[in-house]
């Protein structure tokens, strides 16, 4: 039997956890043979909602689910983590700036990266879920020096997967047909869906589109914006479908993408395809033996370069508000 892998998820009373506590438990993250200990962080106003949550947990009685630890200590949650999600932040409300956000928001990934620094095993790797997802991850890396920065990564995956469901209800084709789909840059509405590179079969995606304004002005909008569409028809935010974006996160980065197929995560950039090393950027990785390499050599034409830049941009004014939270 495999020793259990630790796995802290912040935010832990929270509607995305809701939705992902119970499929990690079941083995749908790294498998139906691993064992998993989850320790779950909330704050002490959540006590009472986290502990309802443990109770149910508890019933369903999962076989790989060895033991469930609820704190409201960083450093009690992340003590020997193998895996840490951070999920937990909190929500924008009406009258609130997105740099005001910004601010709450970094303060508590700062303290969360130093908790991290202390107490997480050394090889432990970080997936930021809490919004902005991007600058979020870059303040948590930057406040955990001694663990390695190519163990943290931001969320893109719920773009990706907005993505590949676009084009395979366009052609009406099965999703797992879609190959080297990428989503560049920011968790936000000036994240680029590029599908110049995506395949079904060996065929070019646009090729069987076939159909420019259709991706101009239909697909890249909708994957753009699609978090807002869910907000408004739901009253609430994106939840479901984000935890089984941090489920599929976590089972490429762990179990490995496909063949001939690549995934997008949120990584430090160090310079591939023109982005200037410094902040967290959505590219297209490939994951071996639990590593992740960036997909080198693809051709970025002029429209789409001018779509990467202004991701960068945000990403560099996001990092201008919050210096003074990297160390
Ligand atoms: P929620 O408001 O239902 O839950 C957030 C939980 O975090 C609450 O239980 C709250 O008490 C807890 N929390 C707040 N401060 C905390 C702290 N310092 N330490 C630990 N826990 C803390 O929100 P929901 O829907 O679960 O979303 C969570 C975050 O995920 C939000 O920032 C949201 O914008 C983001 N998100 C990111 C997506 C992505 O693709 N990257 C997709 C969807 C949501």
Known sequence: VRSPVRIAI???AGQISYSLLFRIA?????GSNQPVILQLLD?????KILDGVVMELQDCAFPLLVDIIATHDPLAAFDQVDIAIL?????????MERKDLLQINGDIFKRQGQALN???KRDAKILVVGNPANTNTLITMSNAPDLPAENFSGM?????NRALSQVAMKLAQPVSSIRKMIVWGNHSSTQYPDLYHAEIDGTKVTHLINDQA???DYFIPTVQKRGAAVIEARGLSSAASAANAIIDHLHSWFLGTREND?????????GSYAIPAGVIYGFPVVCTDSKRKIVSGLEIDSVSRMRLTAAYEELVQERDAIKQLLP
Not at 43 to 47: D, L, Q, S, V
Not at 262 to 270: A, F, K, N, Q, V
Request: glycine share 12%.
């Open 262 to 270: 690549w995934t997008t995560m949120g990584i430090l950039s160090d």
């Open 118 to 120: 202390q107490v997480a």
């Open 214 to 216: 259709w991706i101009e």
């Open 156 to 160: 893109l995956r719920l773009d990706h």
């Open 10 to 12: 912040t935010g832990a």
């Open 43 to 47: 704050i002490p106003a959540a006590k």
């Open 26 to 30: 079941a083995g749908d993250m790294l």
């Open 87 to 95: 999920v937990g932040a909190r929500p924008r409300k009406q009258g």
